[in-house]
């Protein structure tokens, strides 16, 4: 069984930066593959990073390419969102997640072990 627990979202203006961390559980954190989803009230959730077990593979959504970097500290077992640039339509709920390794990872679905999730609100 594996724990995941989000923090540093917050309230922020446009153009602002936030880091997220996701902390987890368990020894074996250094063998996982860590995904980052976010939610927007009403709509469904939606894949935003990837980044694999040694964090020397990484994968993103487009609309985040060049303003989110997604990076990993086994020895602290904890997944880090740094989100710079951001814009209104980050405003989301963002959860991290560990990829099953098998199916496509940037499919939900192919996760287990969510967060409780950790509020981001960008103001214009």
């Known amino acids: 069984q594996v724990q995941l627990v989000e923090s540093g979202g917050g309230l922020v203006q446009a153009g602002g930066s936030l880091r997220l961390s996701c902390a987890a559980s368990?020894?074996?954190?250094?063998?996982?593959?860590m995904g980052w989803f976010r939610q927007a009230s009403g709509k469904e959730r939606v894949f935003v990073a990837f980044?694999?077990?040694?964090?020397?593979?990484?994968d993103y959504v487009d609309s985040v390419k060049g303003r989110f970097t997604i990076s990993r500290d086994n020895a602290k077992n904890t997944v880090y969102l740094q989100m710079n640039s951001l814009k209104p339509e980050d405003t989301a709920v963002y959860y991290c997640?560990?990829?099953?390794?098998?199916?496509?990872?940037?499919?939900?679905?192919?996760?287990?072990?969510w967060g409780q999730g950790t509020q981001v609100t960008v103001s214009s």
């Open positions: 368990g020894r074996t954190f250094g063998s996982y593959d």
């Open positions: 997640a560990v990829w099953r390794g098998i199916g496509s990872s940037d499919n939900q679905l192919e996760y287990d072990y």
């Open positions: 980044i694999n077990w040694s964090g020397g593979i990484t």
